[in-house]
């Protein structure tokens, strides 16, 4: 299977929450997020995955919804909110917001970015203090995103994304390889490129290369998320393995 992030926001809103991991192991907080996935297709999310930093220690969960008013989008983020709490000891929420997409473009011409499980994706996150008009900056960023997106070699597409509630903006690339995206990092610098654009503005600007380790879809097993050292932990306690799948599935979400 595969997510799609559409090149405009005629259809869809784009949601990222994003978790830092409180524990050292984090295929408990990953089977959780894959639950929590399941759970909000029944609140209408159309799509999902989930991406795992591969050097730093940063967790983002995507989803794509079909798009609603801002009290709805309100009353949504909430029921999200309550629903992720249960992960709470796993890992520490650091930012959620919705985005619209404004504008992308792709290798092959469709007009969607597509990315699957296994596969390297980039994101680089600029936030503006004191931004006047969100869509200066926007535009400002798009300018940039146009004029370099073709000298990127081994990238598949790419994708603008604006905040719906502050000043900040994002672009999301699909790379061939993970190489290729090293050999870009090396050869390019995000904040040099952006300041001299935006010199009133107290800038910020972040960047990290993440897996895709998750997209919904994926034949995973539904509500039961079991591994091999629970299996020997619970065996050894004197229960059965049906039920410790049973406990461990229940206790997730």
Request: hydrophobic fraction near 40%; proline fraction near 2%.
């Amino acid at each position: 299977m595969a997510c799609f992030v559409p090149f405009n926001n005629r259809n869809l809103d784009i949601s990222i929450f994003v978790f830092r991991p409180t524990v050292v192991h984090v295929d408990e907080l990953l089977a959780g997020l894959k639950q929590f996935s399941l759970c909000t297709e029944t609140l209408g999310c159309v799509q999902s995955s989930i991406l795992q930093s591969i050097h730093g220690n940063m967790i983002i969960w995507f989803g794509a919804w079909l798009k609603r008013s801002s009290e709805n989008k309100d009353s949504l983020t909430a029921s999200l909110l309550s629903m992720l709490s249960n992960l709470s000891t796993k890992a520490t929420l650091v930012d959620h917001t919705f985005f619209d997409a404004y504008a992308g473009e792709s290798r092959d011409g469709s007009c969607a970015a597509k990315f699957c499980t296994g596969d390297t994706v980039s994101m680089s996150a600029a936030a503006f203090n004191g931004a006047g008009d969100v869509s200066d900056v926007s535009y400002a960023c798009l300018a940039l995103f146009k004029s370099s997106f073709h000298k990127m070699e081994g990238v598949r597409s790419g994708v603008c994304l604006k905040s719906q509630t502050n000043p900040s903006i994002a672009c999301f690339y699909v790379w061939k390889s993970l190489q290729y995206c090293y050999s870009w990092i090396l050869r390019s610098d995000q904040r040099k490129a952006l300041l001299p654009y935006f010199e009133s503005y107290s800038i910020d600007v972040k960047y990290d290369i993440f897996r895709v380790v998750y997209v919904s879809g994926d034949n995973e097993p539904k509500f039961q998320f079991f591994y091999p050292h629970q299996i020997l932990e619970q065996t050894a306690g004197g229960e059965s393995k049906d039920e410790g799948k049973l406990r461990h599935s229940a206790s997730i979400i």
